[in-house]
Structures are given as C-alpha cells and as structure tokens.
C-alpha cells in the first residue's frame, strides 16, 4: 500500500479523476484527494470522500493541529495531479503557495506527476509551454495530454489521457522511482520509434482463425515509456483492444501479413524499431470465404498451413538506415534457463537485430499479465534476467536501446 495524494485542479476533465480515485483505493492505495477550490464547482466533497474514504480538505487552515499543508506532502509516496489545468502549472512552475494543493507540492520530496488538461491553445501557448519546461527541468514528470474531444466542439490536444492510462503510469513510478527521472530526463525526445504489439489472426473461415494468447501488454508498456520519455511514437496493433496510450500514433492490423505491410512501411523513416507483437508463424494455404461447416460422416478437418513472411528478418535485410536500431522479442519455452539462453541466442542470429527481449511463457505466463521475467541478449552477450511489471521492463529495454544506439 502506498500514500497518494491526487491533486484535481478546476476543470472540466475533473470528473475523470473519480474513475482514477476508485482504480488506486481498490489496488490497496491510500488516496488524499486534495482538490482546488475550483474543481469543487465540478466535483463536490462528498463524492471524492466517498470514493476514497478519506477527508477532503482544501485551504491551508483547514485542520490546523495537523499542518497538512506540510504533513501530507511529506509523507506522500506519489503526488498526482489529474487534470492539471494551465493555471495550476504555471503556479507550480512559479512556486506559488495560494491554497493546499500548491503547499502539498512545495514540500512533497516523492515523485510529482502533472497530468495536463486544457483547450489546445492553451496547450500550446508560449507560456504553458515554458512552465511545462520549467517543471520538467527539475525533475518532475508532466505527462503529454491526449488529442480528441474537448469541451464543445473543439478537438485537438489537451484532453486528459483515459484514467487506465493514468493509473498505469503511477502504478510504473510508485513500483520504479527511477521511472520518474527517465519520464523527466525526456532521453528520448526527437527519436522516431515504431513499436508493434498484440497478435496476429491468420483466418480459416469469415469466424474462425489461427491466433496466440498474445495481449499487447507489453508492446502498450513500451509505447507508453517511450511517450513519457519524449519519443514519437507509432503504435501497430494487432487485434489488441485496449485504449491507447495519450500521444501515440495507433495503427490497427489483423493478419501477419497485415503487420508486415505496416510494419515496412513505419520503419523507413524510424529511428527506433521494435516488434514486440507476435506474428503467426503459420497461416492456412487457403482462407474459405463462406463458413466452414460440419461435415457427416467425419470427425476431422484437416487444414494445410504454410509459413508467413518473417517480418523482424525483413526489417534487418531491408534497412538503408545503420544508425536504425532494431529490437526482437522471443517467447519460448525451455526446460531451464540454459536452455532458454541457446533458443534465444540462436534466435538473435537468425533475426539478426541488435537486441533481442528474451522470455520464457507458458500457461500462466507473460500472456495477458501484467509481469514478466526478461533476458536482454545482444550480439555481445547476455544480462542477467530482469522482473517486474511490464511498465518497468519497457524502462529497462528503452535503457539498453538507447546504451546500444549511443555507441553507434
């Protein structure tokens, strides 16, 4: 269990933190929910008491005995403030100390994690843009905001990214401190990365397909690091069907083939590429348009299956680019960790990329959970076997990305 304070500034996109407030209390969290004077005429005291079983105070006198304009920072693990309006930024970035949320950030000495939400314009003004980066410059992680629907009929970016999302990412800071310094250090700013994910279905009939358990979790994690770290980031989906991570640039497939034609074309203009997705390796030689049915008299049907392009070998053949750094990812199964090293390096020489996300899966493992165990393997040799959360993997993966593009 960890101490939150969620901050929620005046604005519109209030309401989300209220989905956000019931994902941390039933994790286990305790949540202070420490709203402006403002967000009160959105959301009203009793629901964020109700939803987090806490008090709700939000004026520096409030409770005195208890100094909670100091006391709740100080003892804060993660302080989130979700919607960050551009007033709230800009007196954070200014140190102003007007009301409690404002004190709570001057003394907190956890992770701060700003999730931004406003009209684009105000996104996008001078101002904001210099108190985004005053903020970020001492540490401090301000999440880019999602492109969508505002209020009214605008649209653009300055929506509050989906509260999953949001809850993601402060699940990653609170289980990795150093998931903060990597998101504020922006080491990814101005790299091009395209990131595949999912599964693919290799179809038999209009119904039915030939798939695996693959769910894209890892493949969100890594797309969701890279954002927070600065990078622009294309996202190919194979049949996944969460919401995507705020920033990127989602492209949905269905078959192998599918992904190879996206995949070709994302990578030409990439700096980054990682096919964390997995490809059928196999696909009927003779997809039925109409339903296959039951047929009398036979209790089989037999269906003759022919490989599919290897797409991660044809992005390492195809590249014009040497400075492109390509990662593989490996999911096998092996008796021991030994045997997992030989498939995976067998596999790195094969593929011939430049980094290889080694996994042992099985029932109950890696597939559609939110752990995993992985052995990163270069050309040069092998780390020692990391665990964790997908969230902080994807860290570690972007870590070595970037080592191995440094000596480039």
């Keep these: 269990m960890s101490r939150i304070v969620l901050g929620v500034a005046g604005g519109i996109a209030a309401y989300k933190a209220c989905e956000l407030t019931r994902r941390f209390t039933e994790a286990g969290h305790e949540v202070t929910v420490v709203p402006t004077e403002a967000a009160l005429r959105f959301v009203g005291s009793a629901t964020w008491e109700a939803l987090s079983g806490r008090p709700v105070h939000t004026g520096?006198?409030?409770?005195?005995p208890r100094v909670p304009h100091v006391a709740l920072g100080k003892q804060a693990e993660l302080v989130l403030v979700a919607p960050a309006t551009a007033d709230l930024l800009a007196r954070a970035a200014s140190g102003r100390a007007d009301d409690l949320l404002t004190n709570i950030l001057l003394t907190?000495?956890?992770?701060?994690?700003?999730?931004?939400?406003?009209?684009?314009?105000?996104?996008?003004?001078?101002?904001?843009?210099?108190?985004?980066?005053?903020l970020r410059s001492r540490g401090t992680v301000v999440i880019d905001p999602d492109s969508g629907r505002l209020t009214g009929s605008d649209t653009g970016p300055g929506r509050?990214?989906?509260?999953?999302?949001?809850?993601?990412?402060?699940?990653?800071?609170?289980?990795?401190?150093?998931?903060?310094?990597?998101?504020?250090?922006?080491?990814?700013?101005?790299?091009?990365?395209?990131v595949s994910a999912g599964g693919t279905r290799e179809h038999l009939d209009?119904?039915?397909?030939?798939?695996?358990?693959?769910?894209g979790l890892m493949?969100?994690?890594l797309a969701r690091a890279a954002v927070l770290r600065g990078a622009e980031v294309r996202l190919v989906a194979a049949n996944v069907s969460l919401p995507?991570?705020?920033?990127?640039?989602?492209?949905?497939?269905?078959?192998?083939?599918?992904?190879?034609?996206?995949?070709?074309?994302?990578?030409?203009?990439?700096?980054?590429?990682?096919?964390?997705?997995?490809?059928?390796?196999?696909?009927?030689?003779?997809?039925?348009?109409?339903?296959?049915?039951?047929?009398s008299g036979t209790d089989r049907l037999r269906v003759e299956l022919v490989q599919t392009t290897d797409i991660l070998a044809g992005l390492v053949r195809d590249r014009t680019d040497q400075r492109q750094l390509i990662v593989g990812f490996a999911a096998e199964t092996a008796a021991d960790h030994g045997s997992l090293l030989q498939l995976g390096r067998d596999k790195l020489a094969r593929k011939g990329c430049?980094?290889?996300?080694?996994?042992?899966?099985?029932?109950?493992?890696?597939?559609?959970?939110?752990?995993?165990?992985?052995?990163l393997l270069t050309p040069a040799g092998a780390a020692a076997p990391v665990a964790g959360s997908k969230d902080m993997l994807a860290h570690e993966i972007w870590d070595e990305a970037l080592r191995l593009r440094a000596e480039r």
């Excluded at 520096?60 to 005195?64: E, M, P």
């Excluded at 209009?206 to 769910?215: E, K, L, Q, T």
């Excluded at 995507?244 to 078959?255: C, I, K, N, R, Y």
């Excluded at 042992?360 to 890696?366: D, I, L, R, T």
Aim: charged share 20%; net charge negative.
């Design 60 to 64: 520096v006198f409030d409770d005195v």
């Design 108 to 134: 907190a000495r956890c992770p701060v994690v700003f999730a931004p939400a406003m009209h684009t314009e105000m996104w996008l003004h001078p101002a904001t843009v210099a108190n985004v980066e005053s």
């Design 160 to 194: 509050l990214p989906d509260p999953a999302e949001l809850f993601a990412i402060a699940q990653s800071v609170l289980a990795d401190p150093d998931t903060g310094r990597r998101a504020a250090s922006r080491d990814l700013r101005g790299l091009r990365i395209v």
């Design 206 to 215: 209009p119904v039915r397909f030939v798939g695996n358990a693959s769910s």
């Design 219 to 221: 493949g969100w994690a």
């Design 244 to 295: 995507p991570p705020a920033g990127v640039t989602l492209e949905q497939v269905t078959s192998t083939e599918d992904l190879h034609q996206a995949m070709t074309r994302a990578a030409k203009d990439a700096d980054l590429v990682v096919m964390a997705a997995a490809p059928a390796d196999f696909t009927p030689a003779d997809s039925q348009q109409t339903k296959i049915k039951k047929s």
């Design 354 to 375: 430049d980094l290889l996300v080694l996994n042992a899966v099985g029932h109950g493992k890696v597939f559609g959970q939110q752990t995993s165990e992985i052995t």
